[in-house]
């Protein structure tokens, strides 16, 4: 844990561009929205497959490595003020088969996508069978983000808890649904959730589009 990175970096909040609408959407009218896309998934799932290796960690790399590129993804409260972070580390479910139950799991960001890969398989391989709350023994450092997948829903929309009971919690919320086929292609169904306080739509719509733009060019950022 003492090398992970926390780095934090405070915000200068009255010249900060977002000072009006922080407060409007924390104070006057807490909101958080959620948009659902299809993404077609077909060029990284091959490219990790014929790699022999899985399809989740890929696409909990991806998605951190550009939360990685959009400052707004990364603020946060801390001990009363204000910043961001330089990464999340992404935070998700495991699955345990013999009692249909879930523990939490985190597993630390690296840039390099193989170094993350190999970060996944261990924690896997040393704590995915343990049952409880944590699957992990180690604490997730405060700069971790909710990113999941619902293998069994294909689903249109999805919408976790509202930010209005959380409201010092401003990292988006990922969630991916059940692969599909059509047109000989696979898609999968993904959710961000967004606090309005530090990202508007356009924001979201920019990390959707480079979403997909990564899984469809997965050769520049698999190497």
Request: charged share 20%; net charge negative; proline share 6%.
């Amino acid at each position: 844990m003492s090398d992970i990175n926390t780095a934090f970096h405070p915000i200068d909040f009255d010249n900060w561009n977002r000072k009006q609408y922080f407060h409007y959407f924390t104070k006057m009218m807490p909101t958080g929205y959620s948009i659902s896309i299809e993404s077609d998934i077909t060029n990284t799932f091959d490219m990790i497959k014929k790699q022999n290796r899985k399809f989740f960690p890929a696409f909990l790399y991806l998605v951190s490595k550009l939360i990685a590129e959009q400052n707004e993804f990364r603020i946060a409260d801390l001990d009363g003020k204000l910043g961001y972070y330089e990464v999340l580390h992404p935070a998700y479910a495991c699955f345990h088969q013999d009692d249909k139950t879930i523990s939490s799991m985190w597993t630390e960001y690296d840039s390099d996508f193989y170094t993350f890969y190999d970060n996944y398989m261990s924690d896997q391989n040393k704590y995915a069978d343990n049952h409880g709350i944590l699957a992990k023994p180690d604490m997730p450092p405060r700069n971790n983000f909710m990113i999941g997948m619902l293998p069994w829903i294909k689903f249109s929309s999805y919408t976790p808890v509202p930010y209005t009971s959380i409201s010092s919690y401003y990292f988006p919320v990922i969630e991916a649904g059940k692969f599909y086929d059509r047109d000989g292609r696979k898609w999968m169904p993904l959710s961000i959730t967004v606090h309005h306080a530090v990202a508007d739509g356009y924001h979201a719509g920019l990390f959707l589009e480079k979403f997909q733009s990564g899984m469809a060019a997965p050769e520049k950022w698999i190497y």
